[in-house]
T-cell receptor, first 117, second 111 residues
């Protein structure tokens, strides 16, 4: 158990629908990062939050949004879903903006597998 | 679990042999690097890190080599075991802000 909790583990939904993915960071970590991993691609950075504020944005579609709450958990909202949105969505956390813990890197959750049918 | 990255470069090694996984990074100003291991159905896990003021760092059965001249990073795994089968990612810390991940290499250990 990495300490980063993602729910749900699996999600199957229809095109056009909206889903919310949830992430609880490791205790003490202030930063949350969201990544998308498709079958033919590596880890694509979507967005980062630090202590409730948006810190960095990657290749995140306008149909996607995220937020980080006062208790530091984060939610990734995906709307108007398309077949191509099917992927693994990972959340990672770190103490500061760039890293923390025993190493200055990210701790990843187990991911949410989203299937759009 | 379902595999990810079906079109990833693949390295196949015999059990017991040494493995070398390579990675080219993009930013000559990057000063911190990490190797992650991702097993099927799981999130990436930290393996080993290295700062740019070093050219080699050793862990348990793993060694990371950094060649800043050609912006190249490698991960060596000694006496590769079946449990080492996974996708391996390098990540570089760019501008002291965020990590950028490489495309990944799938390591398959043959019995």
């Amino acid at each position: 158990d990495s300490g980063v909790t993602q729910t749900p583990k699996h999600l199957i939904t229809a095109t056009g629908q909206r889903v919310t993915l949830r992430c609880s960071p490791r205790s003490g970590d202030l930063s949350v990062y969201w990544y998308q991993q498709s079958l033919d691609q590596g880890l694509q950075f979507l967005i980062q939050y630090y202590n409730g504020e948006e810190r960095a944005k990657g290749n995140i579609l306008e149909r996607f949004s995220a937020q980080q709450f006062p208790d530091l958990h984060s939610e990734l909202n995906l709307s108007s879903l398309e077949l191509g949105d099917s992927a693994l969505y990972f959340c990672a956390s770190s103490v500061q903006g760039t890293g923390g813990g025993n190493h200055y890197g990210y701790t990843f959750g187990s991911g949410t597998r989203l299937t759009v049918v | 679990g379902e595999s990810v990255g079906l079109h990833l470069p693949t390295l196949s090694v015999q059990e017991g042999d040494n493995s070398i996984i390579n990675c080219a990074y993009s930013n000559s100003a990057s000063d911190y690097f990490i190797w992650y291991k991702q097993e099927s159905g799981k999130g990436p896990q930290f393996i080993i890190d290295i700062r740019s003021n070093m050219d080699k760092r050793q862990g348990q059965r793993v060694t990371v080599l950094l060649n800043k001249t050609v912006k190249h990073l490698s991960l060596q795994i000694a006496a590769t075991q079946p449990g080492d089968s996974a996708v391996y990612f390098c990540a570089e810390l760019q501008y002291g802000q965020n990590f950028v991940f490489g495309p990944g290499t799938r390591l398959s250990v043959l019995p």
